[in-house]
């Protein structure tokens, strides 16, 4: 037996009191206030047990979303697994500006490219209950976690398995939003943190510096939007020049690049030229690895 005292004593010694609180919380059902008002309860034995297991795993650099099983995105609790990407802060921005440029009025249709974990569908279809929202994905385990979190959060989105655009045919979109694999295959930081608990498919974009699979699907966009049809990507910090580049002679113009909260390019827009403006000449594209 243990106390909640002692529990987070052992838990904070390892891996800081805050994680310690929120695994405590986990396996015990003990909110944060519980924690400070009752310290010297005891813990079943099963939740000492249990506690123990989940600060090993910590330690050794397992990030607390896949220990818990969720992470909150945009105000609402998210079920994450090992298959799909753990939501960051920073991908709020795209919603904010997705949220920036829709009439609620209306009933866009929004197309999310490797939805992962849904974040970016669930969260655009139920701040616009009006939108048509499409979100695919290559990983049927990652679509599976997608499609649970709809059910749960009560949002009305259709999921696609899909290679990029290769499922949607012919169909075209008012919106497309992606936050797409980015970071460069030899990036050292893949090495460090939670990301090496993370599915590189998720992470390690196409190419030498990570960009590829933001070309694929720049290049891919103007088919499938809308006349004046708008395009959001999260890229990588370096990346803004390149994305930005790569949309305008896409065909796209009205480029620009948002920075994050803590000062970096994150993500770039753009809206799809009248055809008679023309589309400049694209680089070749990096060539999309299987995933």
């Excluded at 298959?83 to 929004?110: C, F, G, K, Q, Y």
Aim: net charge negative; hydrophobic share 40%; with cysteine.
């Amino acid at each position: 037996m243990s106390s909640i005292r002692h529990a987070l004593r052992f838990g904070g010694e390892r891996i800081g009191a805050v994680d310690a609180r929120v695994l405590l919380q986990h396996v015990a059902g003990l909110a944060h206030a519980q924690q400070v008002a009752f310290p010297e309860r005891e813990l079943e034995p099963q939740a000492w047990q249990s506690f123990q297991s989940l600060v090993a795993r910590r330690s050794a650099g397992e990030p607390v979303a896949y220990l818990i099983g969720w992470r909150e995105f945009y105000g609402r609790r998210f079920t994450i697994t090992p298959d799909v990407l753990i939501p960051r802060p920073e991908t709020e921005l795209l919603v904010d500006l997705a949220l920036a440029e829709s009439d609620l009025a209306t009933a866009p249709r929004i197309l999310d490219l490797g939805t992962g974990s849904g974040i970016l569908a669930i969260t655009l279809a139920l701040q616009l209950p009006r939108a048509d929202v499409i979100a695919t994905d290559l990983s049927p385990t990652a679509l599976a976690v997608a499609h649970d979190n709809a059910g749960v959060l009560g949002a009305r989105v259709r999921f696609i398995e899909s290679d990029w655009y290769a499922a949607l045919g012919s169909q075209r979109f008012d919106l497309i939003v992606a936050n797409p694999p980015y970071v460069a295959p030899l990036d050292p930081h893949l090495e460090r943190g939670d990301l090496r608990f993370e599915p590189p498919g998720a992470l390690v974009g196409n190419g030498p510096t990570g960009d590829g699979d933001l070309q694929t699907i720049i290049r891919g966009a103007p088919v499938h939007l809308c006349p004046r049809g708008k395009l959001f990507v999260e890229h990588g910090w370096n990346q803004g020049a390149a994305v930005r580049m790569h949309m305008e002679y896409a065909g796209f113009d009205t480029v620009r690049t948002v920075q994050d909260l803590g000062g970096n390019e994150r993500v770039t827009t753009g809206a799809l030229a009248d055809r008679e403006r023309g589309r400049k000449t694209a680089p070749r594209p990096e060539s999309r690895a299987p995933q």
